[in-house]
């Protein structure tokens, strides 16, 4: 069975740096397109950032944009998240998502919306503390 597993989560300062990891199993993800999103308390989920398959190209949303990177290793069958500079307003649940289907080069952030999303993992806590 497919399944995604996410780890890092943490408490971490405001300014400070943590990294979050997805593993997949049960079969190869070289050929998804991978995503984080992330549910604060009280809101929606919504998309962080996205790489395509083969990991050539990638997508953030603007608040995380030059502070967030991701990246995946498709030998390893994992997708990472590197978040730096952290605010209080980045706390909440983070979920590694996997998608199959295209990749829109002109306007990545399409096809991204959570009933897109073909696996789900059950997600990993980030608080940040002021």
């Known amino acids: 069975q497919a399944r995604l597993v996410e780890s890092g989560g943490a408490l971490v300062p405001a300014g400070g740096s943590l990294t979050l990891s997805c593993t997949a199993s049960g079969r190869s993800f070289s050929t998804d397109n991978m995503a984080w999103f992330r549910q604060g308390p009280g809101e929606e989920r919504g998309l962080v950032a996205a790489?395509?398959?083969?990991?050539?190209?990638?997508y953030y949303s603007d608040f995380v944009r030059g502070r967030f990177t991701i990246s995946r290793n498709n030998v390893e069958n994992t997708v990472t998240l590197q978040m730096t500079n952290l605010e209080p307003e980045d706390t909440a649940v983070y979920y590694c998502a996997a998608r199959s289907g295209p990749w829109s080069l002109g306007n990545p952030s399409s096809h991204w919306a959570p009933a897109d999303i073909d696996i789900w993992g059950r997600g990993t806590q980030v608080t940040v503390s002021s």
């Open positions: 790489i395509i398959f083969s990991g050539a190209h990638t």
